[in-house]
């Protein structure tokens, strides 16, 4: 068993979770109540629910790749994987960085959640 996997299934599909509760409550319904007109408000809803899907793959996946530790391919799916994560916490760091608000990193933290599972993942694979 990889146990970097293991920790990177772990920490994504607690992500995941957090995601799901925590963005619903404070993404989705405020979004959906908001005065956006129709059309853009469901497709951020639809990109939430992807998200929140993408999430839970990627976590079962890092899941699955600790149980099959050494099988041909992990290692090539375990970098997509991380990348994948790196990828979203960096989208996070943009976005972020270029708004101008005070004490940036933490107005949207969530790429404090995605980079660690980046790393997991890629420990694994090396």
């Not at 319904?29 to 956006?36: A, H, I, K, N, V």
């Amino acid at each position: 068993m990889n146990s970097w996997f293991l920790a990177a299934g772990i920490t994504a599909v607690g992500v995941a979770a957090v995601h799901i509760i925590g963005g619903r409550r404070d993404v989705v319904r405020p979004l959906l109540s908001c005065g956006l007109a129709d059309e853009p408000k469901r497709v951020l809803h639809a990109v939430w629910h992807m998200v929140s899907v993408d999430l839970v793959l990627s976590g079962l996946v890092l899941l699955y790749l600790a149980q099959a530790d050494g099988a041909p391919g992990t290692g090539l799916v375990a970098w997509f994987v991380a990348a994948h994560f790196i990828a979203y916490a960096a989208a996070f760091l943009v976005v972020t960085l270029s708004v101008g608000w005070p004490r940036p990193l933490l107005r949207l933290p969530q790429w404090i959640l995605l980079l660690p599972i980046a790393v997991l993942a890629a420990a694994g694979a090396a």
